[in-house]
Nanobody, 123 residues
Framework: QVQLVESGGGLVQPGGSLRLSCKAS????????IGWFRQAPGKGREGVSC????????YYSESVKGRFTISRDDVKNTVYLQMNSLKPEDTAVYYC????????????????WGQGTQVTVSS
C-alpha cells in the first residue's frame, strides 16, 4: 500500500502561485498514474491532474489546463503540482491520489489518497 503525504498549501491572492508536493512511499510502481484531485466545501471530488508512472504522460482537467503543471522527481519519489494564475474557484482541499488504469483516470476512480492540503485563493 502506498503512502502519500501532501504539503505546500496555503493562502494566496488571485493571480498568485503555489507549488504542492506529494511524497510517495511504498509500492508506487504498482500504480498506473499518480496525481491530484480536489474537493471544495459542499462539492464533490474533481480530478485535477495526473502523470503516468511508466512514460510520464500528463493529464489535466479543462478547468486547470494552461495554468497548472504536474511533474515528478523519481529520485525523491515526489510529485509536484505547480499552480499559477490561481483563481478563487481553485479554493479546495487538494489530495494526492493514485490510479490503477487509464480508465480510472477517465472515470475519476481514485484508488488511494493522502490527508490533503488546503489551498485558499482570496484577496
Amino acid at each position: 500500500q502506498v503512502q502519500l503525504v501532501e504539503s505546500g498549501g496555503g493562502l494566496v491572492q488571485p493571480g498568485g502561485s503555489l507549488r504542492l508536493s506529494c511524497k510517495a512511499s511504498g509500492f508506487t510502481l504498482d500504480y498506473y498514474a499518480i496525481g491530484w484531485f480536489r474537493q471544495a466545501p459542499g462539492k464533490g471530488r474533481e480530478g485535477v491532474s495526473c502523470i503516468t508512472i511508466s512514460d510520464g504522460r500528463r493529464y489535466y482537467s479543462e478547468s486547470v489546463k494552461g495554468r497548472f503543471t504536474i511533474s515528478r522527481d523519481d529520485v525523491k519519489n515526489t510529485v509536484y503540482l505547480q499552480m499559477n494564475s490561481l483563481k478563487p474557484e481553485d479554493t479546495a482541499v487538494y489530495y494526492c491520489t493514485t490510479f490503477l488504469s487509464e480508465e480510472a483516470i477517465r472515470t475519476s476512480d481514485f484508488n488511494s489518497w493522502g490527508q490533503g492540503t488546503q489551498v485558499t485563493v482570496s484577496s
